[in-house]
């Protein structure tokens, strides 16, 4: 069989890609890592962007394309790849309203500001109920009809390994099953692959001497990276990593952290002013901690050993409640019993009844914590942060047990990424063309869509829509 489009990973990309082109009439083949579709749709926080959509019109937002962009290029200093951006944002509109028009339920508080990244200007950042699941749930019938109808066969549990071609042109993907090898061939062939971050030795050849901690896809093991690569392929954009903070590693040394199970609210004070301090493995502290933007505390945070440091509070603090008369304790979604059962296991996060055996639990050095913690509590009672400037000063940390909470700069998507062009058509070193060969999705960096920031949005968008386009446009 050779299809009209041969697409690697069945992603938000790939699916997107396989479903705007089975719409045509197209035979589509898609090969696909896992035992099941939607790639890391089943992890992410499922958030999109986009410019004048009728939801925002619906609650009286005015925005455009054009502010969009321009959004964008202000948050990113202009960098990234600005045909892409352009692409990408362009086509955003279009993409929400298909999502919608399939039956996409949005969050009721959407388009809404996100102040996890450099906020947007203007409310339009939306998703679903169920974050990427929501996304997910609405593409999976349309797939799964294709599918029946012949349109799209699927081959699970295919590990893409190579390329081949015939005179000029690539046309075969070439994969290892559990069965041995396998070839298959298209016309066209559309690389979705995802990203890098859970194939360490890979991260540690783009990023040396940086510290992995991921929250990625499990898949997302660089396997399109590699292939292209090896056929002169351009990587682009690595310089531009960036991390989120606030994984937890539940078990220590493992260099994985779960977003959606065990993550700290350390990226913004918008959310939860602070009732506690960082320190770094010095037992120093390093940012005032209620410091609102995302990206200065994750700068300051990449200068920091191991780009980790310990959250410290104690009992009074953990049990405190915020202006609203709500508990908000340091880590998303656990109550305060919760977190003493966390706490209890002695991994992330520990507990202890004197300052002096937290750091030992910590191996932070004693003397410095103990100063660290006493200055810090003479701030609060003079109100003046003598040394970063912090505002917040209304919790001592004087109150037994107290707490040790160890959270890292975590990558949650790959800023590095694949070369195309503005028709998605994967580069070779000459900046020409492969033949045959285009992409989409995390394979090509979010460098490439949101720069050297994380713009709201400028993953997902990008992926689907792109999927789309090559989907709609290829023959």
């Not at 019938?141 to 390329?163: K, M, R, Y």
């Not at 980790?308 to 008369?325: M, P, R, T």
């Not at 908000?328 to 009844?353: F, T, Y």
Request: include cysteine.
């Amino acid at each position: 069989m050779i299809y009209d489009i041969l697409i690697v990973g069945a992603g938000t990309a790939g699916m997107s890609c396989a479903i705007a082109a089975a719409e045509r009439g197209l035979k589509v083949g898609v090969v696909e890592k896992s035992d099941k579709v939607g790639g890391a749709m089943h992890w992410s926080g499922g958030h999109m962007s986009a410019g004048g959509t009728h939801l925002q019109k619906e609650k009286g937002i005015e925005d455009s394309v054009e502010k969009h962009l321009a959004d964008i290029l202000r948050i990113n200093n202009r960098s990234g790849d600005t045909d892409l951006i352009e692409l990408a944002v362009n086509e955003a509109p279009k993409t929400i309203q298909w999502l919608d028009d399939i039956g996409m339920e949005w969050a009721p508080e959407c388009p809404r500001i996100i102040y996890g990244h450099v906020a947007y200007d203007t409310a339009r950042t939306v998703y679903g109920p169920e974050k990427a699941i929501s996304i997910y749930k609405v593409l999976l019938p349309e797939w799964q009809n294709h599918v029946a109808s012949g349109a799209i066969d699927c081959f699970f549990e295919h590990t893409f390994i190579g390329l081949g071609k015939s005179h000029d042109r690539f046309d075969k993907v070439q994969c290892t099953t559990v069965n041995g090898p396998v070839i298959h061939e298209g016309k066209n062939i559309v690389i979705t692959s995802g990203g890098y971050g859970s194939n360490p030795a890979y991260f540690q050849q783009k990023h040396p001497g940086i510290p992995l901690v991921s929250s990625c896809y499990p898949t997302a093991t660089a396997d399109g990276h590699i292939v292209l690569e090896k056929q002169g392929g351009q990587f682009r954009f690595g310089e531009f990593h960036l991390p989120s903070l606030g994984g937890m590693e539940e078990e220590e040394g493992s260099g994985r952290v779960d977003f959606n199970k065990a993550w700290a609210m350390v990226l913004t004070s918008v959310y939860r002013q602070p009732r506690d301090i960082y320190v770094n493995a010095n037992g120093l502290r390093f940012i005032k901690e209620d410091e609102v933007s995302p990206e200065t505390r994750e700068l300051t945070t990449m200068k920091q050993p191991d780009w980790c440091f310990w959250v410290i509070f104690d009992e009074a603090s953990l049990n405190a409640k915020d202006e609203n008369g709500n508990h908000n304790p340091i880590i998303i979604g656990r109550s305060v019993e919760e977190i003493k059962a966390e706490a209890a296991k002695e991994n992330a996060l520990c507990m202890a009844d004197s300052i002096e055996e937290l750091a030992k639990k910590t191996g932070l050095p004693t003397a410095n914590l103990l100063e660290t913690i006493k200055g810090y509590n003479r701030m609060v009672d003079t109100k003046v942060d003598v040394d970063f400037g912090r505002k917040h000063l209304e919790d001592p940390i004087k109150t037994a047990p107290f707490y040790a909470l160890k959270v890292h700069a975590s990558v949650l998507v790959t800023f590095g990424g694949i070369k195309v062009n503005k028709k998605l058509q994967v580069l070779n070193s000459n900046k020409e063309p492969m033949l045959g060969i285009y992409a989409a999705g995390e394979v090509l960096g979010l460098g490439a869509t949101s720069g050297s920031s994380f713009c709201s949005g400028m993953a997902i968008t990008p992926a689907l829509s792109f999927g789309r386009i090559l989907g709609r446009t290829l023959s």
